[in-house]
C-alpha cells in the first residue's frame, strides 16, 4: 500500500477495529471525522450499500438511490457544499476554529469537525436519495431513507470504517450538489454520508441515561426540558451553546 | 409460563431466533406483524430502548422521547389509531381481506397485515417523538429520530423479539394518539413501534438488488423508474399494486 509507518499502524489499528458483534457495533458507531489517506476498496463500500437496501421502507417500495461520489467533479461539489454547511452550523454550534494550543475535549471535537470540512474534496461519500411521495407527509417520508443511512453507518463501523453523517446535501449546498450529480427535483436529497478509514478510534457514543427520555404511557412535562448543543447534557445542566 | 405445547415450541424457536452477529441482524430484521401471547418483559424492551438513544441525531442534541404504550387506555388509542390507519392504507396497497381459502404469498402476507390491526390493543408499543426545531426542514429533522427507530428494530432483532414499524401515529391516528399519551403539539410523532414475541421466523428481507439503486457520480434516468407497492418488484417487471 506504500504507507509509512505511522499510517500503517494507524490502518492496521482500524482494521483491528472490526466487529461483527452487533452490541458493540451499535454502542460504539459514533460519527467519525479524521480519516487516513487510504482510499476505501468497493468491496468495503459495496457491503455498507447493502446494508442500506436492507433497511425497512414504506410498502418496502425501496424508492430510494444511493450515489457514490468519487470522480474530482463530485467531490468538487462536495467540498463547496460543505464549505456553505460550515458557515451554516458554525453559529448553530457556537463553534469557532480553536487556538493550536487548545486541548480541551471541545477544542478536539471542533478541530475534528473543521478538519472533516476543509478536507471534503480528499473522500469518498455516498448521497442519499429518496423519491417524494404524495401519501405521506415530508417528516413522514424521512422514516423510508433514514433508517437506511443508519444500516449504512452500522456496517462501516462493524468493518472498522469510519462513516459521518452530514446535512451537506442541505441549506446552500442542496442546489450545488443536485446540479452536480443531475438528481431530479422530485426526488430528496436525505443526507451525505462520508466515509474513510479512521484516524483515532471507534468508541462508545455519548449519551442522555435512558430514564430521561423513556416514558410509560403518558409524557413527563418534567422530563421534556429541551437543551440545544452538542454532546450529552446532564439533568439540570446548562445547554453547551 | 403456563404456555401449551405448540405455543411453547413457538416461545422457544423465537428464543433461539437471536444473534449477536450483526450481519443477520442487518439482514432479516424484516418486519414481524404476528406475535404469540407472551408478554414482552422489561429487560428486553429496555435494551431496543438503549439501542435508540444511541442512534447519530443533529449535534447529539436528542431530542427525543421514546414512550412506551402498554395500559388499557393507552392501547386502546393504540387500536383506535391502527384501525384508521388501515382503512388509509387499504387503497394505497390494494389490499383487501384475503379469503380463507386463499394461500397465495400476497394472501398470507396481507392476513399478517390485518392481524397486526386487529390485534392492535394486546401489543405492547413504543412512541417515537421528536422536538419541532427551526434549523432544518421538517424532512431533515427525521434524520435525527428514524435512525433511533431502525436501532430500535434492529436490537429487538438481535434478541430474537418481533418489531413492527407502522405509521398508525401519523394520518387520523395522530390526534388520537397525541391525547392518549399527552404530547405536546410541539414534537414531532415520527412512528409507533409495534414489539412482541414472533409467531413465525425471522428471515430475509426481500429487496431489488444493489446494482438497481446505487448509481456512482452521476444520475442514471435508465434506473430511476419507479414503482409503489409491496415486495421487491424484479427489474423491468410490473409493479405490485
Same mark, same amino acid.
Given at each position: 500500500?506504500?504507507?509509512?509507518?505511522?499510517?500503517?499502524?494507524?490502518?492496521?489499528?482500524?482494521?483491528?477495529?472490526?466487529?461483527?458483534?452487533?452490541?458493540?457495533?451499535?454502542?460504539?458507531?459514533?460519527?467519525?471525522?479524521?480519516?487516513?489517506?487510504?482510499?476505501?476498496?468497493?468491496?468495503?463500500?459495496?457491503?455498507?450499500?447493502?446494508?442500506?437496501?436492507?433497511?425497512?421502507?414504506?410498502?418496502?417500495?425501496?424508492?430510494?438511490?444511493?450515489?457514490?461520489?468519487?470522480?474530482?467533479?463530485?467531490?468538487?461539489?462536495?467540498?463547496?457544499?460543505?464549505?456553505?454547511?460550515?458557515?451554516?452550523?458554525?453559529?448553530?454550534?457556537?463553534?469557532?476554529?480553536?487556538?493550536?494550543?487548545? @486541548?480541551?475535549?471541545?477544542?478536539?471535537?471542533?478541530?475534528?469537525?473543521?478538519?472533516?470540512?476543509?478536507?471534503?474534496?480528499?473522500?469518498?461519500?455516498?448521497?442519499?436519495?429518496?423519491?417524494?411521495?404524495?401519501?405521506?407527509?415530508?417528516?413522514?417520508? =424521512?422514516?423510508?431513507?433514514?433508517?437506511?443511512?443508519?444500516?449504512?453507518?452500522?456496517?462501516?463501523?462493524?468493518? &472498522?470504517?469510519?462513516?459521518?453523517?452530514?446535512?451537506?446535501?442541505?441549506?446552500? =449546498?442542496?442546489?450545488?450538489?443536485?446540479?452536480?450529480? =443531475?438528481?431530479? @427535483?422530485?426526488?430528496?436529497?436525505?443526507?451525505?454520508?462520508?466515509? &474513510?478509514?479512521?484516524?483515532?478510534?471507534?468508541?462508545?457514543?455519548?449519551?442522555?441515561?435512558?430514564?430521561?427520555?423513556?416514558?410509560?404511557?403518558?409524557?413527563?412535562? @418534567?422530563?421534556?426540558?429541551?437543551?440545544?448543543?452538542?454532546?450529552?447534557?446532564?439533568?439540570? &445542566?446548562?445547554?453547551?451553546?
Amino acid at each position: 500500500m506504500g504507507l509509512d509507518t505511522p499510517a500503517l499502524v494507524e490502518y492496521i489499528c482500524g482494521m483491528l477495529d472490526s466487529t461483527d458483534d452487533v452490541w458493540e457495533v451499535l454502542s460504539t458507531a459514533r460519527s467519525i471525522r479524521r480519516f487516513t489517506d487510504e482510499p476505501v476498496d468497493d468491496e468495503t463500500l459495496d457491503r455498507c450499500l447493502q446494508a442500506a437496501t436492507w433497511a425497512p421502507n414504506g410498502a418496502n417500495a425501496q424508492l430510494w438511490r444511493f450515489i457514490v461520489l468519487a470522480a474530482p467533479d463530485q467531490r468538487a461539489a462536495v467540498a463547496e457544499a460543505a464549505r456553505i454547511a460550515l458557515r451554516a452550523i458554525e453559529p448553530v454550534y457556537g463553534m469557532t476554529r480553536p487556538a493550536a494550543d487548545d @486541548d480541551s475535549r471541545a477544542a478536539r471535537n471542533n478541530r475534528a469537525t473543521y478538519e472533516l470540512h476543509d478536507r471534503a474534496d480528499e473522500y469518498t461519500s455516498v448521497l442519499f436519495t429518496a423519491y417524494k411521495n404524495e401519501f405521506a407527509s415530508e417528516f413522514l417520508q =424521512g422514516g423510508s431513507i433514514y433508517p437506511s443511512m443508519q444500516n449504512f453507518c452500522l456496517a462501516a463501523r462493524a468493518q &472498522g470504517l469510519g462513516a459521518c453523517l452530514t446535512s451537506w446535501a442541505s441549506y446552500g =449546498g442542496e442546489r450545488i450538489l443536485r446540479d452536480a450529480v =443531475g438528481v431530479p @427535483d422530485e426526488w430528496f436529497l436525505a443526507g451525505h454520508i462520508v466515509v &474513510g478509514w479512521p484516524r483515532g478510534r471507534h468508541g462508545p457514543v455519548r449519551r442522555r441515561p435512558l430514564a430521561d427520555v423513556v416514558f410509560r404511557d403518558r409524557w413527563d412535562p @418534567d422530563r421534556a426540558d429541551i437543551a440545544y448543543g452538542r454532546g450529552a447534557r446532564p439533568r439540570g &445542566g446548562r445547554p453547551r451553546v
